[in-house]
């Protein structure tokens, strides 16, 4: 069974950068196609960014130019580099499998917070 945390989110101001880590325990992950998901309160999840096993990589509208998703199978994490970030970026950000794959148990996420 994979287990995935979530780290790297804090507080930062419009225009700031983030980079956040989703650490994956298993020994299938080298061969997993993974994706960063985000909350904002009273909204539905919202697929942010995936990256395949072989590392393509396909973002959303709302972050594509900003965000940067990457993985290192060695360390068994992935990341997404968050820059020229916006208000309206604020959520609870989580990694999982892509929504066409069945998820692993969700984890804590991370709370990323932008301030105007």
């Known amino acids: 069974q994979v287990q995935l945390v979530e780290s790297g989110g804090g507080l930062v101001q419009a225009g700031g950068s983030l980079t956040l880590s989703c650490a994956a325990s298993g020994s299938i992950f080298s061969i997993l196609n993974m994706g960063w998901y985000r909350q904002a309160p009273g909204k539905q999840r919202e697929l942010v960014a995936t990256i395949t096993a072989g590392g393509s990589t396909n973002y959303g509208d709302s972050v594509k130019g900003r965000f940067t998703i990457s993985r290192d199978n060695g360390k068994k994490t992935v990341y997404l580099q968050m820059n020229s970030l916006r208000p309206e970026d604020t959520a609870v950000y989580y990694c999982?499998?892509?929504?066409?794959?069945?998820?692993?148990?969700w984890g804590k996420g991370t709370q990323v917070t932008v301030s105007s």
């Open positions: 999982n499998t892509p929504p066409h794959l069945r998820p692993y148990p």
